[in-house]
């Protein structure tokens, strides 16, 4: 264990004492040498003073203005040190292939960084059937994704990402998908549109002739019922009126014309009343649920001979 430490540290070692390696002597000749230079001091000053995410960028610039074994690895470092690791293991395998193809011995150093993250990378799989990815333009956080890259667990960094796909002749679709210690994979499956359909099914629903569905059993059944409601409904409300109107009016003498009933009447009409209103709602809405067409059902106050009523009024 303790060898297998200190060989990790010397490894890191090595593979951080490269500035002389990102400096303009190493880098190609020119402005853009002069400016990967100052970036990459800056770089190192954020680094030194803890600031590793304002680090990385600098890093990032310098690599592009001069790409070298070094200051690669410093990114890679960087990325690693931010949560990046992803991204931190492209780039100690891309800081190993330069130092590969130079003869460079940190070709070890970055091979053994990037194994070692490994079992920590994160991944996303973009999953499409062949015939929807066939000529399609796909895109992870707007990078695009070539074909053979397709149905593999890619290597991403934490947090959300965004997948777009857009195939000829069909609309762009956005997919959005997350990683994170909790989920540390993700899949986006891209079916294939509807758009794509084969021709003679798009032939034959064009050509069919619209058919009404025929009213099943069932619907036919409710129906009966809720014009049983509404019939009960508005039999309680006429119920309920006739007791208010007729069972507490005094006839022309000034007498009650039932005088026994005039302490009940009210009560009575009250729960005719209610009852009735409760089946008249049900069955309405029984009937609008299970109609085969358009129904209107309206229920208002008249005048009847003898008192007061309700009118209902229905058409099917």
Known sequence: ?????????????????????????????????????????????????????????????????????????YLADCYERTGRTASAWREFREAEKLARDRNDKRADVAAERAVALEPRLYRLTVSAPAAAAAGADVQVDGMALSADSLNVALAIDPGDHVVTFSAPGQAARTFQAHVDAANPSAVVRVQESPETAAPATAALATTAVPTETPPSNGDAAARWGATGLVVAGAAGIGLGTWFVTSKTRQMDNGELCEPHLRPGAIPIAAVAFSAGG???????????????????????????????????RATF
């Open 278 to 312: 409760i089946a008249l709602v049900s069955g309405i809405t029984l009937y609008y649920l299970h109609r085969p067409g358009r129904a209107e059902v309206s229920l208002a106050p008249t005048v009847v001979p003898g008192g007061a009523g309700a009118l209902l």
């Open 1 to 73: 264990m303790i060898r297998r430490c200190a060989r990790g540290v010397a490894a890191l070692a090595v593979a951080l004492v490269a500035l002389a390696d990102a400096t303009v002597a190493q880098a190609q000749p020119g402005a853009d040498a002069a400016r990967a230079d100052a970036t990459f001091t800056e770089a190192m000053q954020l680094r030194s003073a803890g600031r590793d995410v304002e680090a990385c960028p600098k890093f990032a610039e310098s690599q592009r203005l001069a790409p070298a074994v070094g200051v690669t690895l």
